[in-house]
């Protein structure tokens, strides 16, 4: 694999990561947050300046735009997200370059006590003489999923400034608040215009993923009797107590994400704000199949129901909502894009790996939506916190990939 993308990708992901670009599920805006019109306006100007066609950056706050085909061919989707996680720290992302990394434990500077180490982390003990990027041990890094960004920039421009290579239409769409399950708008499917798509949001070499999990959101409200305390006797009702209560009566043992892997499932608690008038709890409900995403809503509905029994005077609601399905119900139907995939990866010399997503991706809801979408490597590892990185190398060889499945699609 030649060295032909590394500075290219390595500019743009410190570029981008250094962003404030965070989504924020209790927000009712769309995109969720302002800032992430700075990630947003950026990739449009930049899109315009490398010479892409309709460039435009729609109402629902996603950028789209045209590299025109110069072969037959299906219409093509690549996608990335701009926004980073909510579950950490991610303003004042410091990116830096650890070049030629020599194999052994990696400190940050903003925070010593952190190391990320091949013991802990595997994949990095495979990545001596690469050039890896981390933040500053302060904030997550955003290559989740600005690594994917970087990787379609950089083979757009190849494309654009390479009008010899043979590729079908290919249509980009860098979308908002995926990270909160809300990156794809009713809009986008028709907007996109592509006949398959990839979303580039996976981590290990070799990664080409096509099922993840179903997902719903649970938010349960529990509101007290509130009085001052020095009278409270037989009168208050506290909304803590009995919010504490539901958690604590939740499956922990088995149905927890510490305490699952491969295909289980599991009731993720994510937030629990108040007070002692009113508390707020936020679960999300994961599986692979839909009668196990159903069995762990009823769950949370059986434990407030039960909670709700033993104080009448409090009010116990719970919501649930769908967020995604597991795109693998339709996939499965039509595994040309996935095969497509499979053969680039071999030919750029990386044996595809197909495991099951637990988590999901703008693909999983444009798959349902009706545009096939699997979900293909960047190298991000240990995202969603301070020990999240990538390789430079990685992403090289996910450029490579991209660029050879376009091609191969021209034939296709």
């Given at each position: 694999m030649t060295d032909r993308f590394d500075s290219e990708l390595e500019t743009r992901l410190v570029r981008y990561a250094a962003i404030d670009s965070q989504s924020d599920d209790d927000s009712p805006s769309q995109p969720s947050t302002s800032i992430q019109y700075e990630m947003l306006r950026l990739l449009e100007k930049e899109?315009?300046?490398?010479?892409?066609?309709?460039?435009?950056?729609?109402?629902?706050?996603?950028?789209?735009?045209?590299?025109?085909?110069?072969?037959?061919?299906?219409?093509v989707g690549l996608l990335a997200h701009v926004d980073t996680a909510p579950q950490f720290n991610a303003t004042g992302v410091k990116p830096r370059v650890i070049r030629?990394?020599?194999?052994?434990?990696?400190?940050?500077?903003?925070?010593?006590?952190?190391i990320l180490s091949p013991?802990?982390?595997?994949?990095?003990?495979?990545?001596?003489?690469?050039?890896?990027?981390?933040?500053?041990?302060?904030?997550?890094?955003?290559a989740d999923d600005k690594a994917g960004v970087?990787?379609?920039?950089?083979?757009?421009?190849?494309?654009?400034?390479?009008?010899?290579?043979k590729h079908p239409t290919i249509r980009i769409a860098f979308t908002p608040d995926e990270?909160?399950?809300?990156?794809?708008?009713?809009?986008?499917?028709?907007?996109?215009g592509a006949d398959f798509a990839y979303t580039f949001d996976g981590g290990e070499v070799g990664e080409i993923e096509y099922e993840s999990f179903s997902a719903d959101l649970a938010e349960v409200r529990v509101t007290g009797v509130s009085i001052h305390p020095g009278l409270a006797k037989d009168k208050l009702v506290?909304?803590?107590?009995?919010?504490?209560?539901i958690v604590a009566t939740l499956p922990q043992a088995t149905m927890t994400p510490e305490t699952t892997d491969d295909r289980d499932g599991f009731i993720h608690l994510t937030e629990m704000t108040g007070g002692s008038s009113e508390m707020k709890v936020k679960l999300i409900l994961r599986d692979f199949e839909l009668d196990g995403l159903a069995e762990k809503?009823?769950?949370?509905?059986?434990?407030?129901?039960?909670?709700?029994?033993?104080?009448?005077?409090?009010?116990?609601?719970?919501?649930?909502?769908?967020?995604?399905?597991?795109?693998?119900?339709?996939?499965?139907?039509?595994?040309?894009?996935?095969?497509?995939?499979?053969?680039?990866?071999?030919?750029?010399?990386?044996?595809?790996?197909?495991?099951?997503?637990?988590?999901?991706?703008?693909?999983?809801?444009?798959?349902?939506?009706?545009?096939?979408?699997?979900?293909?490597?960047?190298g991000m590892q240990n995202?969603?916190?301070?020990?999240?990185?990538?390789?430079?190398?990685?992403?090289?060889?996910?450029?490579?990939?991209c660029l050879k499945l376009v091609e191969s699609a021209a034939k296709a």
């Open positions: 899109l315009t300046e490398i010479g892409a066609s309709d460039v435009k950056l729609t109402e629902y706050g996603a950028v789209l735009a045209t590299i025109p085909g110069t072969a037959e061919g299906p219409t030629g990394y020599n194999g052994g434990d990696i400190t940050y500077p903003d925070d010593p006590a952190l013991e802990t982390s595997p994949y990095l003990g495979g990545k001596q003489g690469h050039d890896i990027i981390t933040a500053s041990g302060l904030t997550l890094l955003g970087a990787i379609i920039m950089t083979a757009a421009r190849h494309m654009l400034e390479n009008p010899g290579m990270e909160i399950g809300r990156g794809v708008d009713e809009r986008l499917p028709k907007d996109l506290n909304a803590i107590h009995l919010a504490s209560k809503g009823e769950i949370v509905r059986k434990v407030c129901e039960a909670v709700q029994l033993t104080e009448p005077r409090a009010l116990i609601t719970c919501a649930i909502r769908p967020q995604y399905r597991n795109m693998r119900y339709w996939l499965e139907k039509d595994m040309t894009p996935v095969e497509l995939a499979r053969d680039a990866a071999r030919a750029v010399g990386v044996e595809p790996i197909s495991v099951p997503i637990r988590g999901g991706t703008d693909g999983s809801r444009l798959t349902e939506m009706g545009v096939p979408t699997p979900n293909l490597f960047t995202i969603h916190g301070p020990l999240e990185w990538v390789s430079v190398q990685d992403m090289a060889v996910a450029t490579e990939m």
